[in-house]
């Protein structure tokens, strides 16, 4: 049953992907990204990570998702981008596609050799991750939220400025 699970998730992933970077409507695109956070979630489930499968699907495909369709909302794709701008991010999208491999390529070769795999890891609860965020990481997360804070800031601003013009 679980393989069944595996591979209904693992394909609802897989193609929510696909029709994500195939479609031309951004609006859909972010619907698709919310099936793929979705189904990663359920994956992350099947690992045996409840923690991590119930913030993927929380987090990333609630609350981030949230804002980009906002933002896809707020900013119009389609508002004029000039060629000599769509070439160099075409550029650079290739190149970044083929670091991007040549990374996944590494990691499946050295993940291959032997003594590569994973050693018993401690286990790690909320209540461990919550401790070490409000003693350890105090301060990269209170940094992170200032920082959050200075990007619904300049949104605001950028709404009004836009709302102006």
């Given amino acids: 049953m679980m393989t069944v699970v595996f591979f209904v998730l693992a394909g609802?992933?897989?193609?929510?992907v696909l029709a994500m970077i195939l479609t031309r409507n951004p609006s859909y695109g972010a619907l698709?990204?919310?099936l793929?956070?979705?189904s990663l979630g359920g994956l992350f489930g099947l690992l045996g990570a409840p923690f991590m499968a119930v913030v993927q699907i929380i987090?990333?495909?609630?609350a981030i998702m949230v804002l980009f369709i906002f933002l896809i909302m707020m900013v119009r794709p389609d508002s004029g981008i000039p060629p000599e701008k769509r070439k160099f991010a075409a550029a650079a999208g290739i190149a970044l596609a083929v670091i991007l491999a040549i990374e996944l390529?590494?990691?499946a070769f050295?993940?291959?050799?032997?003594g590569?795999?994973?050693s018993e890891a401690a286990a790690v609860t909320p209540q461990a991750i919550g401790r070490l965020l409000l003693t350890k990481y105090l301060y990269p997360f209170e940094m992170s939220s200032i920082l959050i804070i200075a990007?619904?800031?300049?949104?605001?601003?950028l709404a009004q400025k836009r709302g102006e013009s």
């Fill in 105 to 107: 390529g590494l990691a």
């Fill in 151 to 157: 990007a619904l800031v300049g949104a605001i601003a």
């Fill in 110 to 114: 050295f993940s291959a050799l032997p």
């Fill in 116 to 118: 590569a795999g994973a």
């Fill in 12 to 16: 609802a992933c897989v193609g929510s």
């Fill in 36 to 38: 793929t956070f979705a």
């Fill in 32 to 34: 698709y990204l919310v």
């Fill in 59 to 62: 987090i990333y495909a609630g």
